[in-house]
């Protein structure tokens, strides 16, 4: 009895180890916090929200997530640790209860030709252990049916010490892989345009290689030169069989040219190395030019682009081969995976549905498992990382999203909600950071900063339930229940845009006029074909200003006055006041302080623990050498004017004896947009995503064109900006622009003067014009997705 009693007495007091269910932040000063302390819930799902650069990104993957990460770095050994990328501890005095932290972003896949939606996902490699299993005939095991894996064989005698005797045997393998041995698994093969290479009327001395880099006298044409296999002076026209396949395709051999050793090579395969196998996003302008130019890249004819040998097609399950089951949209997939039936693999065929079906759920049931990874956006990538924790097994895990509603329609929004749920109900602790008020409205517990942008935010206006939102007045419980009514009275079209028998990617033979001089928004489901029809069927040409959502690539150097081009003005206005050269006032340049060459910061490697930057301690982190600082304009040095926000500068800049205009025009443009706070030599690394979207609006609006081109503008905006952005577009139009907006925000879709609706659905389901019309129309006829919830927007 008195055993039983001490039992249930434990019983009924709390465990210790249950008693810890909140992660602590206190003091959180990272970039723009200012002492930020919160408690966050565990196993909720909790919303971050502000307006963008009020500091969500700094306190949620710049503090708790960069820290977590931290910690499990450091359960590794030196030795690994050596290896891995190190990060600094965040700038904060205490986090507590931190659990592992897995970071969903949405940085674009890699773009190696070799990663495809079904690799990523691992999706491929689930089918190629069907196939191994059940296609027939049987051809190998799962390698056999992998276009990343060569086929190779060998044979060769072994030396094999047995019974104390030294005895040779003869040994063979063989590997059968899956790779397509023409285009290596790439599925597709350049050809070169050797025009483009070379001209044939000059010689080497005369500087007949025309490929970037090869300048006349570099060290790449004096190889080519000095070789001893080539006539420098023969024109290449002239060069026999033997001197031309030497020029064009020889293998590396060592050579001795001026009395130094050296590497020769084929003038293709040196060209192949060096450009081709680079990420063409990431190769300079000019180099990129060269490459679209020279370069044609078709279709593989010996596997008809599918990157797999003849072998791999020919093995089939129900009339179906691995490279049929890659090509089929994925809902389209799964139903033929639901209607295999083979006990021998059912936990496998549980486990693909499984995540077949998540891709459906998620809204990607458009996409098909052979699509390169690196030609998803930036919401589609995002959604692709989920597939890969939704079927995961841990946890009591942090899941972090940055913005998961990117590029989705609010139909789409619903499926996601319903899958952050599902991941809190497994007993992991969700994180999001989010602007759409769908999103937040399914939070458990919400935390808003600001209350402005930038150095006016990096506070916690409100942390609590959804409820307590709308009564904190803060600027999102304030515009939380914004609705953008449909414009009574539209403009009149000047022209029209005809866009006939487009059938890029889904679209099925689309032919649609869009209206010119007014604000057109073209909207549908995700995958339904909007960017097929508007970035494959509006001529790119010098009248034409497209912002797409590629990201700004940028270093710490690079900040909005250099982006912009603004420091142009500034330093030759700097120049001009002071009787100096301009170079002086840029820190990427000869006005860079010594010590810290221009960064501001002096980096201390640490080998494998974190490295640390310190600000420079000559220029106190200005950038500048101090004699530059000696030189003033309008009454400040250079380093003050790269310290002032936007709104400031444009003022400093408007009158007096520093007006610049051409400074002026610039800076009016970077706040129209909306970045009035930024500073002028903040680093581009440390802006958010939707800071960065605008940046790029802001450059392009002073580009000469009749037409602009944009893509999601309100990728990031907040509720409270999303005013100003309509504001702005109203304005291009109304100075004579044409506007066509790619986009799923109900307040700029109701703003439009004219809706092209794609659908009904997405994929092969898709690529058809389903509504053309003003949005009073498309709300009146209410038939289509978009229209339902356009019409709930508005509560008509």
């Known amino acids: 009895m008195s055993t039983a009693r001490s039992t249930g007495a434990q019983a009924s007091e709390p465990h210790a180890a249950d008693s810890h269910d909140l992660i602590r932040v206190h003091g959180a000063r990272e970039n723009n916090l200012k002492d930020v302390s919160i408690e966050i819930p565990k196993r909720r799902l909790t919303v971050f929200t502000g307006v963008s650069g009020s500091g969500k990104s700094s306190l949620v993957f710049d503090t708790v997530a960069a820290e977590s990460q931290r910690l499990i770095n450091e359960t590794y050994s030196a030795f690994v640790q050596g290896f891995m990328p190190s990060v600094a501890r965040p700038d904060v005095d205490v986090l507590d209860g931190l659990t592992t932290a897995i970071i969903v972003d949405q940085q674009r896949m890699g773009a190696d030709p070799r990663s495809t939606v079904g690799t990523a996902t691992d999706t491929n490699a689930m089918l190629r252990i069907l196939f191994s299993r059940l296609g027939r005939p049987h051809i190998g095991s799962a390698k056999a049916f992998s276009f990343n ?23 063979s393998f063989s590997i059968t892989g899956g790779m397509c041995p023409r285009c290596e698994g790439r599925g597709s093969v350049s050809d070169i345009d050797l025009t483009q290479l070379y001209d044939d009327s000059k010689s080497l001395a005369e500087g007949a290689i025309t490929v970037p880099g090869f300048t006349g006298d570099g060290w790449m044409t004096r190889i080519y030169a000095g070789s001893g296999f080539l006539d420098p002076d023969k024109p290449i026209r002239d060069y026999s069989e033997q001197e031309l396949r030497d020029f064009l395709h020889r293998e590396p051999t060592k050579v001795k040219v001026n009395g130094i050793n050296l590497t020769y090579e084929g003038l293709i395969p040196k060209v192949q190395k060096s450009m081709l196998a680079k990420d063409r996003e990431a190769m300079q302008p000019h180099v990129r030019a060269f490459v679209d130019r020279a370069v044609t890249f078709t279709s593989c004819p010996d596997c008809g682009g599918t990157r797999l040998t003849a072998a791999a097609r020919s093995s089939k399950i129900g009339g179906i081969s691995i490279a049929d089951a890659c090509a089929m949209q994925i809902s389209d997939l799964a139903e033929w995976v639901r209607g295999l039936d083979e006990p021998s693999v059912a936990p496998l065929l549980a486990a693909l549905r499984q995540t077949l079906d998540s891709f459906v759920e998620i809204g990607l049931g458009y996409l098909s498992l052979e699509r390169p990874a690196g030609t998803l956006s930036g919401g589609e990538a995002q959604r692709v990382k989920m597939i890969r924790h939704l079927g995961s097994s841990l946890t009591d895990v942090t899941y972090v999203f940055d913005e998961p509603s990117t590029g989705l329609h609010p139909h789409d929004i619903q499926r996601m909600n319903g899958l952050l749920l599902q991941l809190r109900d497994k007993g992991n602790t969700v994180l999001v950071v989010e602007h759409k008020p769908e999103v937040i409205a399914i939070a458990d517990h919400v935390v808003d900063l600001g209350p402005g942008a930038g150095s006016a935010g990096g506070t916690v206006c ?299 659905g997405a994929g092969h389901d898709g690529g058809r014009i389903v509504f053309e019309g003003t949005p009073a129309e498309l709300v009146t006829a209410r038939s289509t997705l978009t229209a339902e919830h356009l019409a709930t927007y508005v509560g008509a």
């Open 149 to 171: 894996v060569a086929s190779i064989s060998g044979a060769g005698a072994v030396t094999v010490e047995r019974a104390g005797k030294t005895v040779k045997e003869k040994r």
């Open 462 to 760: 409100y942390e609590g339930p959804l409820a307590g939102l709308r009564a904190a007045g803060t600027v999102t419980g304030r515009h939380l229940d914004d609705r953008a009514a449909v414009k009574k009275t539209v403009r009149t079209p000047t022209g029209k845009l005809p866009i006939r028998g487009a059938t890029a990617h889904n679209l099925r033979d689309v032919d649609v006029d869009v209206p010119l001089g007014v604000l057109v928004v073209v909207t549908g489901v995700a995958g339904s074909g909007k960017s097929s029809l508007v970035h494959g069927s509006v001529p790119p040409g010098e009248d034409v200003v497209s912002v797409d959502q590629s990201p700004i690539r940028g270093s710490r150097r690079s900040n909005p006055a250099t982006y912009t081009g603004l420091l142009e003005p500034i330093r030759k206005a700097f120049a001009k006041a002071n009787g100096v050269k301009p170079a002086l006032f840029s820190p990427n340049s000869e006005g860079a302080c010594p010590t810290c060459n221009g960064a501001g910061v002096v980096y201390t490697d640490l080998a494998m623990m974190a490295g640390v930057a310190t600000t420079c301690e000559d220029c106190e982190g200005r950038r500048f050498d101090a004699s530059v600082l000696e030189y003033h304009f309008g009454g400040k040095d250079v380093s003050e004017v790269l310290a002032m926000p936007v709104t400031e500068a444009e003022a400093f800049f408007a009158a007096g004896e520093a007006r610049t205009p051409a400074a002026h025009r610039i800076l009016t443009r970077l706040a129209d947009v909306g970045l009035g706070y930024i500073s002028l030599g903040q680093p581009l690394t440390t802006l958010s995503g939707g800071e960065r979207q605008r940046l790029k609006l802001a450059t392009h609006m002073g580009d000469k064109g009749g037409i602009y081109v944009l893509d999601e503008p309100t990728t990031g905006l907040h509720l409270a900006d999303v005013e100003q952005l309509l504001g702005l577009l109203d304005r291009l139009v109304d100075s004579g622009k044409s506007v066509i907006v790619v986009e799923h925000h109900q307040a700029v879709m109701a703003h439009a003067d004219w809706i092209i609706d794609l659908g009904p």
